[in-house]
Each structure stands twice: as C-alpha cells, then as structure tokens.
C-alpha cells in the first residue's frame, strides 16, 4: 500500500516556474515506478512524466518536454517535478501516480496508487 501527497501548486505567471512534490508514504516507494499526470476542466486526464524506480529512466509528453523535469529521490520517498517556461495551457490539476509493473508510463490505468491532487494556475 502507497500514500501519496503531492504539494507545491500555486498561482504563477506565464514563464514562470513551480516544483511539486510528491511525499510516499511505505517502505516499499523505492519499488515502484512514478508518474505525473494532469487533467484540466473538461478534459481527460493526461500524462506528463514518468519515472521508473531507479530514476534512471524517464519519459515526457511531447507538450511538456525541454521544459518539465521529474526526478526522485529513494531516501526521502519523494518524486518531483520541476515546471519551468509555464504557460497558460498548463493549467490543470496535477496528480502523482506510483505502479508496481511495468508498462508503457502513459496509461492513468496502469497505475495503483493516486494523491489527491494540486492545483497549478498559469496566467497570461
């Protein structure tokens, strides 16, 4: 059983920056593979980053990549993602996701364990 907890939402401007955060909770977190999804109103939830156990591997959506960066770390349980160059079409709530198997990363139901969500607004 995972727990997850994403932070670091917020209000920022257009080519400004944010960091979320997404604390595990479990012995186990250093086992599964992580992945950032969002889902703006209306629309379906989709995929942004993964990153598998090791951090050794990553993988990006076509919209966010050379601008976001993911990346963990085992020892504090915790995965992130790094957003910078944001624009206006990145507003939407974000969620981390952990899986244990493998996969293709970019599928919500491939993944076990959801957090609640944070709220990233970008304004023009």
């Known amino acids: 059983q995972v727990q997850l907890v994403e932070s670091g939402g917020g209000l920022v401007q257009a080519g400004g920056s944010l960091r979320l955060s997404c604390a595990a909770s479990?012995?186990?977190?250093?086992?599964?593979?992580m992945g950032w999804f969002r889902q703006a109103p209306g629309k379906e939830r989709e995929f942004v980053t993964g990153?598998?156990?090791?951090?050794?591997?990553?993988y990006y959506a076509d919209s966010v990549k050379g601008r976001f960066t993911v990346s963990r770390d085992n020892a504090k349980n915790t995965v992130y993602l790094q957003m910078n160059s944001l624009k206006p079409e990145d507003t939407a709530v974000y969620y981390c996701?952990?899986?244990?198997?493998?996969?293709?990363?970019?599928?919500?139901?491939?993944?076990?364990?959801w957090g609640q969500g944070t709220q990233v607004t970008v304004s023009s």
């Open positions: 479990g012995r186990t977190f250093s086992s599964y593979n």
């Open positions: 996701a952990a899986r244990y198997y493998g996969g293709t990363y970019r599928q919500p139901y491939e993944y076990d364990y």
């Open positions: 990153i598998n156990w090791t951090g050794g591997s990553t």
